[in-house]
């Protein structure tokens, strides 16, 4: 399975991961440092959860650190992979208002970790649109340039994936 558009011309991230709110970080598994070169992030043990919707051999985290995988596209999604999100956001709010740090990255940390977050910002409390600007202004302007993933949270994640049922079965 294909994980990541090539088709994207959005400058790479310029930290391997930003606070959102107190406790919430989104990220990925690259970086582009101030020479422009494409560095490698490794999670090690700085969150007590990590959410992965890309993975990668080597990017961690550690072993004592919890870690959920929902390995999803940056392209439309399927009802179920729309399900997974909803799920993880709700875990990924759960974990917030517990007092836990958080990360949620995928492979730039731009759209699939900002469909995820936002959901969970919506879970706590945040009116979608501002969940949307708070992650482009604290990750990045080309954070959640998927178009289809703003829709899918616009629109709701559990009735995106309930048009996507009626959508394969028709």
């Not at 439309?76 to 990360?103: K, M």
């Not at 629109?155 to 009626?166: I, M, R, V």
């Amino acid at each position: 399975m294909r994980t990541r558009r090539k088709d994207r011309h959005v400058p790479g991230p310029e930290e391997p991961w930003n606070e959102i709110v107190p406790g919430l970080w989104m990220g990925g598994h690259i970086w582009t440092d101030c020479l422009g070169d494409l560095q490698s992030v490794v999670v090690g043990s700085e969150f007590d959860l990590v959410v992965s919707l890309f993975s990668a051999p080597g990017h961690g985290p550690s072993p004592d650190v919890e870690h959920l995988v929902g390995t999803m596209p940056d392209e439309p999604l399927t009802a179920a992979q729309l399900r997974t999100a909803a799920s993880l956001a709700t875990a990924v709010a759960d974990a917030v208002r517990a007092g836990r740090t958080v990360l949620v990255r995928c492979h730039s940390g731009y759209n699939r970790s900002g469909l995820v977050i936002a959901q969970a910002l919506a879970g706590l409390g945040h009116d979608m649109d501002q969940a949307i600007t708070l992650i482009r202004r604290r990750r990045s302007p080309a954070a959640l340039n998927n178009e289809t993933f703003v829709q899918y949270l616009t629109t709701g994640l559990h009735l995106a994936a309930q048009l996507s049922d009626l959508t394969a079965h028709a």
